[in-house]
């Protein structure tokens, strides 16, 4: 960036997310909406510095076996075990680098081991179903973990979430941050879950479905599945250098 | 030009959030016992008034020089002067509601036509029934002409505005986000 050029403050500016790409905070289906969802409409804010700017968090918040829900205590977990990998991209296609990806799940049996959650379904005394890892030069994330359970919660009449892994992502800056939830292919609980639904677009929906994937399945092993993780992209400032970003 | 590709939807944080994203040092945007550190504290609501105690609240911000040690700065990434300044913010909510951030007052910014920013801080609040995270920002009390000047808040129906002031609390200051209702907080579309 030529700043001398440059009298005033050139930002990056990033796209605005289309309406269907993401699911309406008031979402009738899903009841905890109801009282929680903002009432008013969004104040349009402009994109300045502290928009897009953001937290550079490095590998010290990552120890070894974050990334290995599997290897995290005594002894292994019951369950499928799986492998989740991945990019984080943004829009434009280009890797988001060295970002702290979070993930937290259910064990097997659909059981988070979490004090509020108490339905009958046991707990694994080998699984947290916490994995934190960061990304690499080419963007990309594998964790190591067991297949999720459904779990019934208390939505509608014989509620089930179907089978996730939630995700936590940071990007670049503060306009990219992103929590989703990735899904398995085919899950038969996808028609009643109003939290998959609450995104108008089905293909938006398909994004959050990982694919099984051969590839990635290890011999003898894991089964291997591919969640790539599209962040907001950005419009080329006037004075960005060509390859700024590569 | 590299094609483009179509963002990944929003979800819930979900109800068990805690058991990921609640870090030890999560609150310490500076180091505990920074030279004009102070705690904000607050609480998020509902629209019935009831304490969220499945929520999220992260905070952004720059250094008290105005600077933030990041590649996308045009003034240059400039590390703080703070030892161990993060800009970085993150506390869930307990069972009252109640979130904490230890942290330090930000410098005003350029704004980009021109202007110049209030000091404040950027705030995401993710919460079980909040579908996508929402975002809002907070104003320091004691810097009422520079509030008067910031762009962003002039953006803001006055009779709102009060709702991204902090007030001053015993160690700091005190702050509630209310997701819905009477005194609804200002949220932002990004």
Redesign the interface.
């Known amino acids: ?1 030529d ?1 001398e050029r ?1 009298p ?5 500016h ?1 796209r ?2 289309r309406d269907t ?5 008031a ?1 009738p289906g ?1 009841g ?9 409409p ?16 490095g590998e010290t ?1 990552v120890g070894e076996l974050d990334h290995d829900l599997t290897r995290q205590h005594a002894a292994e977990p019951l369950g499928q075990r799986i492998v989740v990998t991945g990019r984080v ?6 890797a988001v680098r060295h970002t702290l990806v ?3 799940q259910a064990n097997a049996a659909g059981r ?3 004090a ?2 108490n339905w009958p379904a046991p707990l694994d005394p080998n699984f ?5 890892t960061m990304t690499d030069d080419e963007g990309r994330y594998r964790f190591v973990t067991v297949k999720p359970g459904a779990y019934p919660w208390r939505n509608h009449d014989n509620a089930w979430r179907p089978a996730h892994i ?1 995700f ?1 992502l940071f990007g ?4 990219q ?5 990735m899904y398995f292919p085919d899950d038969p609980l996808f028609f009643q879950d109003p ?2 639904n ?2 108008p677009d089905p ?3 398909a ?2 479905v990982s694919a099984y994937d051969h590839t990635v399945t290890e011999s003898q092993w894991a089964l291997g599945f591919t969640f ?6 950005r419009d080329r400032t006037p004075f960005e250098d060509e390859h700024d970003d590569d | 030009m590299t094609d483009r590709l179509q963002v990944t939807p929003s979800q819930t944080v979900g109800p068990f959030l805690h058991i990921a994203l609640q870090w030890e040092d999560g609150p310490y945007v500076v180091p505990p016992g920074t030279a004009g550190g102070r705690w904000l504290r607050g609480r998020v609501l509902d629209g019935a008034g009831d304490p969220v105690p499945d929520g999220l609240v992260e905070t952004w911000q720059a250094d008290p020089d105005g600077r933030f040690d990041h590649p996308d700065d045009p003034r240059g990434a400039t590390a703080s002067a703070i030892e161990g300044f993060r800009g970085f913010g993150r506390s869930t909510t307990d069972r009252e509601g109640r979130f904490e951030i230890f942290t330090v007052k930000p410098g005003p910014l350029p704004a980009p036509d021109g202007g110049t920013e209030a000091p404040h801080l950027d705030v995401s609040v993710l919460a079980r029934g909040l579908l996508h995270r929402v975002v809002t920002r907070i104003y320091f009390p004691d810097e009422p002409q520079a509030n008067e000047r910031d762009p962003v808040l002039a953006s803001v129906d006055p009779s709102r505005r009060p709702t991204l002031v902090a007030t001053a609390g015993p160690d700091g200051l005190l702050h509630d986000i209310r997701l819905q209702g009477e005194h609804e907080t200002v949220f932002f579309d990004l």
Not at chain 1, 32 to 40: E, F, K, Y
Not at chain 1, 89 to 94: E, I, K, P, S, T
């Open positions: 960036m700043t440059a005033r403050l050139a930002v990056p990033y605005h997310d790409d993401h699911p309406p905070l979402s899903y905890s909406t109801a009282l929680r969802a903002p009432a008013r969004l104040v349009v804010l402009p994109q300045r510095l502290t928009e897009i700017t953001g937290p550079v968090l918040r991209l943004d829009g434009d296609g280009r979070e993930v937290w988070y081991a979490h509020v959650d947290a179903g916490v994995g934190r939630h936590s670049r800056a503060f306009t941050r992103l929590v989703t939830q939290i998959f609450a995104v293909a938006a929906r994004r959050m790539d993780i599209v962040l907001r992209g």
